[in-house]
């Protein structure tokens, strides 16, 4: 018996179902759905962090800035202040190429952090905080 005759062998439903043909564009299907699913409880436009000094406290009070591409450049978008744990949040970010930078006067301002989300609106707390140090 050979290899074909044995498929011969198989019910007609698993020879119609259990092809290539049938499994592939079904795998494709269902990580689409996936990630389209992952995608609708995970676009809020919420962007999240922390503003610490150079000894690693945290910073009540700073101006924080999101930044948002925009054609050619970056363009300031929306400005939060810091409470007391040194924690921020953006809500309703529209876009997927954003920066984010904090300063307080007298303590110094932060690197301007570039980050790039996988989608618009994609919920996205930042690993590291941002630093803020006196220019030194």
Request: hydrophobic share 45%; aromatic share 12%.
């Amino acid at each position: 018996m050979t290899a074909s005759d044995e498929d011969f062998t198989r019910p007609k439903w698993q020879r119609l179902l259990l092809n290539r043909f049938v499994l592939v564009p079904a795998l494709l299907v269902l990580c689409t759905a996936g990630w389209n699913g992952w995608v609708v409880t995970h676009n809020h436009g919420l962007v999240a962090g922390r503003v610490l000094d150079a000894n690693g406290a945290p910073v009540e009070g700073a101006d924080v800035k999101l930044w948002v591409f925009n054609f050619a450049t970056f363009v300031v978008k929306a400005s939060t202040t810091t409470g007391p744990d040194g924690s921020f949040v953006f809500e309703n970010n529209p876009s997927h190429n954003i920066q984010i930078s904090a300063e307080k006067p007298g303590l110094g301002r932060s690197a301007r952090i570039s980050v790039r989300l996988y989608f618009a609106a994609q919920d996205f707390r930042l690993k590291q905080p941002l630093w803020l140090t006196d220019g030194a």
